[in-house]
C-alpha cells in the first residue's frame, strides 16, 4: 500500500512539473493609478509590491479568487479578482475572466453534489452527478452509502427531474427514476441475509444559487422496494447538501 | 458709396473663406484621413488573438500518514489519501480515504481471550468535509525565511468500517498548512471520530478516536 502511494504521489508529481516550464502567459497592462501585489491568495497575505499604471504584467495563475502575476522587474505576488479586472489586456481592451455568476447558473450543464440525511432512520451519505438537457430537464446519477443501527448497505439510482421554474432564486424540482439498493444485516444480528432489490424513487427538492461556482439543495425522495417477499417496502429519505455546477 | 462697401467687405469675407476651406483641404481632420482609407480595400484578414489560458490551480490531492486512537483497540498508524477542492480563498470542500495497520486487543479481548472484530483487524474510512482557512498569513522561520500558512477548522460525515461493520461517524478538526511553494503543502492535522459503536452484547457506546497526521499535498 505504501509502495503504491509513494508511485502515486510521483506520478503526480510528474504530472505537474511539466505546467511550469510553459512560456506563454496572459499579458495585461495596469490601467488604474497603481496594482496591488500580495504575498499569498488570501485576505490574510499583506501587500509587499506596487505596479503603476501602464507597466506590463504577465498572469501566470489562478486559485479562487486570486491571480499570481509577474511584473516586468521579474516581482511574482497574487492580485485579487476585483483588481485584475481593472487591467486591460494588449490590445488596450478590460481583460475577460471567468467569473462565475448566477447567468453562468442558468446555462449551467454538469452538477455535481454531495448530500447528507436520513433514510428511514439509517444515516445516508450521497454523491450525485446530473447532466442538464435543457434548462427544465437533467438526468440524475444516484449514489449512496447508507448506515443504519441494524444493517449497512448501498443505493443506486438514475432519475430525470424536471424543475419547472429555474429562474427562481429557491427553485422546486421533481424527480422520478429507478435503481437498486443493497442492505447488509450487521454482524451483531442473529444473521439474515444480504439482499439486493430494485426500487423505484418519487422525490421532490429544491435547489438554491449561492455564489460562484456553488448551490444548495434538499430533497425528499420516497423509494418503493420491489422486494421478492409478500409486500413492498416504502422507505422515506430526507437529506440536503451543497453542489458545484460546471 | 455705402453700397460698395457692403459689396468690399462681402468679397473680402468670401475670399477669407475660401482661404479657410483651402487652408482646411491642406490638413484634414483625423477622422478624414481615415473615412478614405477603404478605398483600397484591406487584403489582410483579421487576425486571430488566441490568448494563452490561464492555468487555474483550485484542486489540491495529497497523501498524509500519522497516528489514530482507536478507542478500547489501542493505537495504530493510519495513512490515507485526501483531495480538497477550493470554492473560495477561505472555503474548501475535502474528501478522505485512509486505513490504519492491525488494532490492538481490547482489555476484555486479552482477559477474556476472545475476538471482537474477527479476522478484519482494521480501522478504515472515508469521510467529506467542509473546511475553513481561519487564519491565512505567514509562519517566520528565522530572519530570512517566509511561508505562507493557513490554520483551518473542518467539520465532515462519513462512514467507519471497524472489523466487518460500518459506522456513520462525524468528523471534526483543525489543521495547519504551510506552503514550502506554491503547490507544494506540508499539512498538520488533528481530526476527531465520532461514532456509536455497538458490541455484540447490544450496548451500544459512543466513541471518540483522535488521528493525528502530517501530510503532502499538491496544488493542480
Redesign the interface.
Known sequence: MRQLLLIAALGFVSLVTPAYGKASHYEAVVAEPYLELHTGPGRGFPVFHVVDRGQQIQILKRRTDWFKVRTDRDVEGWVKLAEIEQTLDTAGKPIELDDPTADDYMGRRWELALALGDLDGASVISVNGAYRWTRNISTELQFADISGTFSDGWLTTIAITIQPFPEWKVSPYAALGTGMIHVQPKATLVSTEDRTDQIGQVGLGLRMYLSKRFLLRAEYNSYLTFTSRDDNEELDEWKAGFAFFF | MESRLRLLLLMVLAATMSACSVFGRDKPPMEDANASAPVISPEVERRE?K????????FE?G?FAGLLSVEDFGSTTV?G?RGR??????LF?EGTYA?SSALGLTSAEVLAGFDLL?SDRKYEYYD?S?GY?L????TFIGRNW?F?S?LYVIAG???TSL??????TMTFGAGYQV?AT??LALDFGVRDHLFDL???S?EKKSTHNIELTMG?N???
Not at chain 2, 487564519?135 to 505567514?138: D, N, Q, R
Not at chain 2, 472489523?163 to 456513520?168: A, E, H, P
Open positions: 488573438i490568448r494563452p489560458k490561464i492555468d487555474t490551480e483550485n490531492v497523501a495513512y489519501l477542492y477550493h470554492i473560495t480563498e477561505g470542500a486505513t474477527g467529506v467542509v482557512n487564519l491565512p498569513g505567514e517566509a505562507n493557513a460525515a462519513g462512514q472489523g466487518v461493520d460500518d459506522y456513520f506552503l506554491d503547490w455497538e458490541f455484540t447490544g503532502i499538491f496544488f493542480f
